[in-house]
């Protein structure tokens, strides 16, 4: 047998490569690439080409994500191919390079599949001039509002036309009108002036979210964006019509007039609505979040996310925020009651302290949270909710980070099994002391922000048996949350926690990945991130310290859990890792 | 002197004949129908053995046959590029969808002599194993879709379609689809959006070629009516005699919508090449002549999207001389021959073969502002450059033709023009929205900027004028 039907059998070909120039230089792509939506491996185009020559194309309708439909004209270039004689042998130059058969036309390169030997042309005058003939038809009956558009400072008709357009306009005819302010659907508004008909909308909505909601009517100049007549635009992936919009036809109700987009800060984070985790920028300006956009992460949400979750931002700016730590409803210090909370504590007997962690908690915070149980030996566990899930993103599992909770040993595989035995506990004068983290246990079935009347997101908390009167005959309820309810209100000690957004951390999402956020606002009043009282908690306990920052912490954690290990802060990057689980 | 050559016009205007099947018979119809289904593998000299639909393929391709829609592109080499070997089903679809302005050839078929378009129709699905055909008719032509349904009827009684046609085995359907009215629609792959029950948006080539992803994305064949009555008299006569028709290159017959300033206005069939524009014009057996007084400023050669020419105007074209050596002759634009290619190399194009012909009373620029307000209506609005080029073409001159002209307009017409076509949008809409404009200024701009600069001295002359004398201002905005 040869070594060429060795390799073979062994593992499957990898991706033939061909070389192609791209503005002369040479470079060498994969023959095929996956289809977005199949999967399946199709011919390399173009523009991907280009971009692995990190070429920039300027580009409108295309998007990596999306169907290819080739109408915005923007991304025509020109190409050549190596000549080929009457004898269908390719011809050489004198100095032996071969000729290259210049195609008379040019050739959008979204949808034009590269060749061995092809060359492409982005730059030369022909190009630049079609671009500035697309940017021209683009423009005369754009209404050039960009000092009230929202899209103003992320707009690519903006970019363009100053990357490649005219400073001056030709058009003396009158504009086309069409519809303005059209209410699309609960969250979508339309400026059809604005539109430029890319269509990326339209295929978004039919062939990544499933809902064939949108359409063109009309006809040539007069074309427009709509819904069928009497049925709105509401799926819970509208809003990444917006972020795919490349102008400002398609703006966010809830962010329209709000903010200019130069002013936001934009932070790295995650999306704690449920289990999947998606990645987010947080848009923030002077402590107040203005918006959650998706980040792109192929191992996650690629460059989308649901609407319930983009909006479920609006809690951690309300004004009944817990801003003071309270000792039997007096305010107090974090010194002191840290310092009377651990005396207690480190008193109390065997067995007699139970915790109810959250996992809604960072890894981190779990991890704590089990060095003190370990010390105390104490009972723990958290509380599942579930809810629906969807084809795309949505997890049943409404918990961000039900996998750290596990790992960190805080709950069982199942998790709330432990419940009961807290509450046989407590019942029974056994357990004295009760730690909870970010849940209002007494409740039971929690109804989130409304995303439209008829659809409620709910989650539903799974029954046990602790109640307000069994609450009532602890010797002491220490509880840590960030928005008041009836267990803060009944609490001894009260901790005033931190948004995900006002802190750093990690979650594990439901397929393991351990994906990591960082902080874009500042915490109300004296409410501090649950990671730094814990550690001073755990040290004042334990006598364990050293992970005094969160790189330290975390890099001491994943030392410590088995699934983390090999883990460090740095090495998380951006878009995570995926751990077994 | 250029006659008349009546082939798929033999008896569509003879008195008597009507559009049913039973008239179609006794003048022979479906006999050579018959006779393909009864076609035997043929044995080649080399060994190789065709097949009965191979046989008529094969015929086709010797015929030389062209295009009749409007691309003039060759029939064999486009059934020749089917995929067949996908596995998937073939479809063929007859493009009835006849809306270039100025024609009006494949209603004459439809209406007089339907059964000649089935019976082409099914030998053509013969020779390329499709089982499933559509007519896609245009939107506005109730009428004939009425006859063709009655003619798909009656075939399908006399077993010419359905199962085992005339007991050959062949099993065939077929269904008349109508269009809601859109230009866009006759493009073949905007045509197949439609039938797909779509916006008839033309699709991108590549991938999307029709004879390996056409109809649901199966390989199919979009055929015009003209070209598929065609195959019936190859398959009739042979290709080698079918190719006799005509002129090389050139073969067969076209029908010609002859419309405008001529006296004698109509469809004519003719031997391609063999009749002169002059001769389509002038001659009495064809338009007769322009009305009395009158002289001719400008033909329109192919539909309304072909470039236009002006009287007068000469062009060098190829020719051989009597010992064969190519040389360049020049010829005067009535004295180019009426076929593809001569029409090509003077610059333009025989298109759907509709001749426009245009007198000294005609005002070039409203002819032009008429012929570009039907595209910027008729852009699909799919490519940038086509869907605001041309209404803004169009907004221009309208204005120009409103008394708001400037004479820069005309170099300001061909600018936007010049931004529309050769590759920058994905179907020849943006041709067919920007060559009349480009020829017409180019050939006739004096009228553009003669226009535009009285409109401009006009409004001077107004805003010179003492306050109480002000006429009216234009109220054409």
Not at chain 2, 223 to 229: A, I
Request: net charge neutral; proline share 5%; hydrophobic share 35%.
């Amino acid at each position: 047998m040869s070594t060429a039907a060795l390799t073979e059998t062994k593992s499957a070909p990898p991706v033939e490569k061909i070389k192609v120039k791209v503005d002369g230089r040479e470079i060498e792509v994969p023959k095929t690439m996956p289809d977005p939506i199949s999967g399946k491996p199709v011919p390399t185009t173009m523009i991907q080409a280009c971009e692995i020559a990190k070429q920039e194309v300027p580009h409108y309708c295309y998007h990596p994500k999306l169907p290819v439909v080739g109408n915005c004209r923007m991304c025509l270039v020109e190409y050549g191919t190596p000549a080929l004689g009457p004898d269908r042998k390719p011809v050489f130059n004198p100095d032996g390079t071969p000729k290259i058969a210049k195609s008379p036309r040019p050739a959008i390169s979204c949808a034009t599949p590269i060749s061995p030997g092809m060359e492409i042309y982005t730059s030369t005058p022909g190009v630049k001039q079609m671009r500035e003939g697309v940017l021209e038809s683009l423009l005369i009956n754009h209404p050039l509002d960009c000092t009230i558009c929202d899209q103003a400072g992320e707009c690519k008709l903006q970019e363009y036309s100053v990357d490649h357009g005219q400073s001056a306009s030709r058009f003396v005819e009158a504009k086309v009108h069409k519809p303005k302010a059209v209410d699309l659907g609960p969250r979508i508004m339309l400026d059809a002036e604005r539109c430029i008909l890319c269509t990326r909308c339209i295929r978004f909505t039919k062939d990544i979210a499933g809902d064939d909601a949108l359409g063109i009517i009309n006809r040539g100049s007069f074309n427009t964006i709509a819904t069928f007549p009497g049925m709105p635009f509401d799926n819970n992936y509208t809003l990444n019509t917006v972020d795919l919009c490349p102008v400002g036809a398609l703006t966010s109700k809830d962010f329209r007039f709000k903010m200019r987009v130069w002013f936001l800060k934009e932070t790295k984070s995650l999306c704690t609505s449920c289990g999947t985790g998606c990645n987010t920028v947080i848009g923030s300006r002077e402590e107040k979040i203005q918006r959650y956009t998706p980040r792109e992460n192929d191992a996650v949400n690629g460059p989308w996310m649901c609407d319930a979750g983009r909006l479920n931002y609006k809690w951690i700016g309300r004004d009944d925020r817990l801003k003071n730590v309270l000792v039997r409803g007096q305010k107090s210090t974090w010194t002191a009651a840290l310092t009377e909370i651990s005396e207690k504590l480190k008193n109390a007997p065997a067995g007699s302290v139970a915790i109810i962690a959250s996992a809604r908690q960072t890894n981190e915070e779990l991890w704590l949270l089990s060095k003190l149980k370990a010390k105390l030996g104490a009972v723990s566990d958290s509380i599942a909710r579930s809810g629906a899930e969807d084809k795309l993103l949505v997890s049943e599992d409404k918990n961000p980070n039900t996998n750290g909770a596990r790992l960190t040993g805080i709950c069982y595989t199942e998790m709330g099994i432990n419940l009961v035995k807290i509450a046989d506990g407590i019942a029974q004068g056994k357990i004295k002391t009760l730690i909870v983290f970010g849940e209002n246990i007494i409740q039971r079935a929690v109804s989130n922000e409304k995303l439209r009347e008829r659809e409620t997101i709910s989650e539903v908390v799974d029954e046990h048996g602790i109640t307000a009167e069994l609450l009532a005959k602890l010797d002491a309820l220490i509880v840590s949350d960030i928005l008041p309810n009836e267990t803060t209100r009944l609490a001894h000690y009260l901790l005033p926690g931190c948004a995900h957004a006002e802190k750093r951390g990690t979650f594990t999402n439901v397929n393991g990945r351990v994906q990591k956020f960082m902080k874009a606002v500042e915490a109300p009043g004296d409410a501090r991130a649950e990671w730094e009282f814990l550690h001073d908690l755990v040290f004042q306990v334990t006598g364990q310290n050293g992970f005094a920052t969160m790189e330290g912490l975390f890099n001491t954690m994943a030392a410590d859990v088995p699934a983390f290990k090999g883990l460090a802060w740095a090495s998380l990057g951006d878009t995570g890792v995926t751990v077994e689980i | 002197m250029a006659q008349e050559y009546k082939l798929i016009l033999k008896h569509a205007d003879a008195p008597g004949y009507t559009p049913d099947i039973e008239c179609y018979l006794r003048h022979g119809g479906y006999a050579t129908l018959r006779k393909a289904l009864a076609l035997t593998p043929k044995n080649l000299a080399d060994g190789k053995t065709l097949s009965a639909p191979e046989q008529i393929r094969e015929e086709v391709k010797v015929s030389g046959l062209r295009g009749r829609g409007g691309a003039g592109f060759s029939c064999g080499l486009k059934w020749s590029f089917v995929d067949r070997k996908s596995g998937k089903p073939i479809y063929l679809i007859c493009n009835a969808d006849e809306s270039e302005p100025g024609t009006f050839k494949d209603r004459q078929i439809m209406h007089k002599d339907p059964h000649q378009l089935v019976e082409g129709m099914i030998l053509s699905c013969f020779a390329n194993d499709v089982h499933l055909a559509y007519i896609y008719i245009r939107g506005e032509m109730v009428e004939g879709a009425k006859i063709l349904n009655q003619a798909l009827k009656e075939a399908r009684a006399k077993g010419f379609l359905g199962k085992n046609i005339s007991g050959s085995g062949y099993d065939l359907e077929m269904h008349v689809h109508r269009g809601a009215g859109a230009y866009i629609c006759g493009e073949e792959t905007g045509l197949i959006e439609s039938l797909e029950g779509k916006r008839p948006y033309p699709r991108i080539k590549p991938p999307y070629f029709p004879a390996v992803l056409g109809l649901w994305m199966c390989p199919t064949i979009v055929n015009n009516v003209e070209t598929l009555c065609n195959v019936k008299h190859i398959v009739e006569m042979g290709g080698a005699a079918f190719a006799q028709l005509g002129t090389p290159n050139n073969t067969g017959t076209r029908i010609v919508s002859l419309s405008g300033h001529v006296q004698r206005p109509g469809y004519y069939e003719i031997e391609i090449g063999k009749a002169t524009i002059g001769e389509l014009i002038h001659d009495p057996k064809f338009g007769g002549g322009l009305r009395p007084g009158r002289t001719l400023k400008a033909v329109i050669p192919g539909g309304s999207s072909a470039k236009v020419f002006k009287a007068g105007e000469k062009f060098k074209l190829k020719k051989k001389d009597a010992e064969g050596k190519e040389i360049l002759v020049e010829t005067d634009m009535l004295d180019l021959p009426y076929d593809f290619d001569s029409l090509a190399a003077a610059g333009s194009m025989s298109g759907s073969s509709a001749i426009i012909v245009m007198d000294d009373s005609t005002d070039i620029v409203e002819a032009l502002a008429n012929i570009s307000e039907f595209y910027a209506h008729e852009s699909c609005g799919q490519c940038t450059p086509c869907r605001e080029g041309s209404l803004w073409m169009s907004k221009t001159l309208h204005r120009l033709t409103h008394g708001e002209g400037r004479a820069g307009d005309a170099d300001y017409l061909v600018k936007i023009a010049d931004n529309i076509p050769g590759g920058r949008t994905i179907c020849a809409f943006g041709e067919a929205c920007s060559w009349p404009v480009q020829s017409f200024v180019a050939k006739f701009k004096d009228e553009f900027v003669a226009k535009g600069a009285a409109d401009e001295a006009r409004r001077a002359q107004q805003a010179a004028a003492p306050a109480g004398q002000k006429p009216l201002a234009a109220a054409h905005h």
